[in-house]
């Protein structure tokens, strides 16, 4: 849109939408002014091949609403590829197939990650605020305590200062089984469930279970995960060239190692190895400002204007971390995302992005209806009218000619 003598160039105002099965409806997003789909073939297993009938399937039914798939989030990388297991060759093999079936079927996006084991990590999914709403903490100590008294991690004291192994032990003397148990829960189930496939289901000895996944990276060190990252990218990027998709690394959710285990997406030095490892426009990153704000050694805007140009995905959240490293979803406006700059920098310099505002605090009735941890109706929708002005107030000038 022109007006006078600047231009708008919005980004594409994008909404994660979990399917069919989602309580949140199709037809309540296209009111509420998003323009464009983040999903994934929920249904289909980690691992087994997105066929074009489905894709096509999706695409047309949401295509019925007047949105547009704009984003797969995430086609998931198995753990065996991250670890070279024995099924790796089959398993890319099965990738590549669903990349070209998605490149056919126009969706141009998509999402991955590399995080060993464990997804995104908080401790409270009901964070009380002053205001009566709830947002996701990550506490750094009861995590600790998780990886200590828990999952009984050998070595795992190491990971923590001493001042911090002291108010482990004294948590330790205090917490109550009912409090363990929504540690796993919170940890364990509820967080990976819906996004990692080894928690999907009645999960029932979680503990065991994690503690087996974690046993598979034993002697997998930062090299060793970035080596086998890039061996995945030199077998898929071809077939996302061919195709016309872009692939986009999400970053670590928190970003520096967790659990004993290594994690290679976490500052801009990751960042700039993964982008290297193979120099195709086609191997991007998604600029999730959330999880790189939660790492006090991160420069997000500094970030942002260096990875820009090969930027494929927006996340627009933010995070505000004590000094101790405990840290929660900020509001949209506030917080270590700088989201004003961010909008500013990316609407400038690569225009017409995919964005989502990503995680939303609960407010009002959201907790009367049943969502994905972070996933809130009315919290996002009024993230999404905080961006939704950010992006209207950022004026680019329009170039001279002449």
């Known amino acids: 849109m022109t007006l006078g003598s600047f231009v708008f160039k919005n980004m594409e105002k994008t909404w994660r939408w979990f399917g069919r099965k989602d309580n949140i409806t199709l037809d309540m997003l296209r009111q509420i002014g998003v323009e464009g789909i983040v999903t994934a073939l929920h249904d289909v297993p980690s691992g087994e091949v997105w066929t074009l009938e489905a894709i096509t399937e999706l695409k047309v039914y949401i295509e019925s609403f007047g949105l547009r798939w704009s984003v797969v989030e995430s086609l998931p990388v198995s753990e065996s590829i991250k670890y070279a297991g024995a099924s790796r060759e089959q398993l890319l093999e099965n990738y590549k197939i669903s990349l070209a079936n998605l490149g056919k079927a126009g969706i141009k996006t998509v999402v991955y990650n590399f995080m060993p084991v464990i997804d995104w990590i908080r401790t409270d999914l009901n964070y009380k605020l002053a205001d009566g709403t709830s947002t996701l903490y990550f506490d750094k100590i009861r995590f600790a305590y998780f990886d200590c008294y828990i999952l009984n991690r050998a070595g795992a004291e190491a990971d923590y200062s001493a001042e911090e192994m002291k108010q482990v032990n004294e948590l330790n003397k205090t917490i109550s089984d009912e409090e363990k148990a929504e540690l796993i829960n919170t940890i364990i189930v509820k967080t990976q469930g819906f996004v990692n496939d080894s928690f999907k289901g009645n999960v029932q000895k979680p503990v065991e279970l994690f503690n087996q996944l974690l046993e598979l990276y034993k002697g997998i060190d930062k090299n060793q995960l970035r080596a086998n990252l890039k061996y995945f990218l030199q077998s898929v990027i071809p077939t996302a060239e061919q195709y016309g998709v872009n692939l986009c690394v999400h970053p670590d959710d928190p970003p520096y190692p967790v659990l004993g285990l290594p994690r290679i997406v976490g500052n801009a030095e990751d960042i700039e190895w993964i982008l290297n490892a193979d120099k195709s426009p086609n191997n991007g990153f998604t600029f999730c400002a959330g999880s790189l704000s939660s790492g006090l050694h991160n420069d997000v805007p500094a970030m942002a204007q260096k990875f820009v140009k090969r930027t494929h995905f927006v996340h627009l959240r933010s995070t505000e971390v004590a000094a101790n490293g405990n840290f929660m979803e900020a509001s949209h406006l506030e ?23 990503d995680h939303g605090k609960l407010m009002l009735t959201d907790g009367d209806t049943k969502h994905n941890p972070g996933y809130s109706f009315l919290g996002r929708m009024f993230a999404l009218a905080q961006v939704s002005g950010i992006m209207a107030a950022v004026e680019i000038p329009k170039p001279t000619v002449g």
Do not use: A, Q, T
């Not at 270590?336 to 964005?355: D, W």
């Open 335 to 357: 917080g270590r995302g700088h989201l004003v700059e961010l909008v500013r920098i990316f609407e400038s310099e690569n225009p017409g992005l995919p964005m989502r505002v």
